[in-house]
């Protein structure tokens, strides 16, 4: 098997949920390394003005842009997407990392709270990739980074929603690596365990129980 390695030197580089956590510690690597300019989409603009002046202050050479974005809607997803390739003239790498994950055990939770979790996890991942593998397609080059979970191969006492929207993710990747077998676009999917971020800091502590 090849591996397709990633520059990101000269490169223009999305990031969803970009303002905290992993995807801004994913730009501030970006910058480190020569990007040419990283735009970053977040939901939330006072976390966007700060990650904005943080990633400056890193690099000189790497233009930042920020977008308000709710990934859960499409309309707004394919608008920054198409606003920014504009902007910077170009799409090289995309990073699907925008994502929530509070837990809760299936019969404390409503369906609505099940359709929250499946439309940021899941949804946005599709519609950021339906906004961005058109253009990647076109010019036969890209790279596509998903950030998933290890929620995504196996089940966590307290996070049913969490885990079936990350095992959607993960099927949804592996199926892309295939239609696109033979191109010049490659798809790459990252899978973390319990990390010290914002989501997880707003998420209760959960007990891993994985079952074989």
Partial sequence: MTVAKISPTGKHVVITGGASGIGLEIGRCLAERGAASLSIFDISQSALTVASDSLKALSSHTQIHTYQVDVTKYSEVLAAVQSAQQRCGRLDIVFANAGIGPG???ADKTSEFYE???SVNYMGVVHTLKAALPTLAKQDSGHVMVTNSLAGYAGVTGLSAY??????VRGLVET???EFMGTNVHFHMA???FTDTSMMQHSRATTLSIQS
Avoid: D, T, V
């Fill in 104 to 106: 809760g055990k299936f």
């Fill in 116 to 118: 929250k979790l499946i």
């Fill in 163 to 168: 885990c079936a929207s990350k095992f959607a």
């Fill in 176 to 178: 892309l690596r295939l």
């Fill in 191 to 193: 899978c973390p365990g």
